[in-house]
């Protein structure tokens, strides 16, 4: 079982940058992806940035390229996304998510998922 725990949201103006943090616990992550979602009000969960733990490998939805970075610390087995440059299209609740094997942009393909924080940026 792999237990993830969010932290780092809030409330930001635009232009500004937030740095969210997933704590992970219970299995050793060698083999699994983690990867950021975030679900606005009345959309679907959407896939925001990816990591391959193992090999550092990442990959961003098109929307987040060149202001967002993911990145895992292994020492403290937390994965973090750095969110620059923020404006209110990125307000969401932000989940992370953990799964065997590659980055999948899919929700559906995740196995383990954190409570989620909310990120607002004010206009």
């Known amino acids: 079982q792999v237990q993830l725990v969010e932290s780092g949201g809030g409330l930001v103006q635009a232009g500004g940058s937030l740095r969210l943090s997933c704590g992970v616990s219970?299995?050793?992550?060698?083999?699994?992806?983690m990867t950021w979602f975030r679900q606005a009000p009345g959309k679907e969960r959407d896939f925001v940035a990816g990591?391959?733990?193992?090999?550092?490998?990442?990959t961003y939805a098109d929307s987040v390229k060149g202001r967002f970075t993911i990145s895992r610390e292994s020492a403290k087995t937390t994965v973090y996304l750095q969110m620059n440059i923020l404006n209110p299209e990125d307000t969401a609740v932000y989940y992370c998510a953990a799964r065997r094997g590659v980055v999948d942009s899919k929700a559906s393909q995740y196995d383990y998922w954190g409570q989620g924080i909310q990120v607002t940026v004010s206009s």
């Open positions: 219970g299995r050793t992550l060698g083999s699994y992806a």
């Open positions: 990591i391959r733990w193992i090999a550092g490998f990442t």
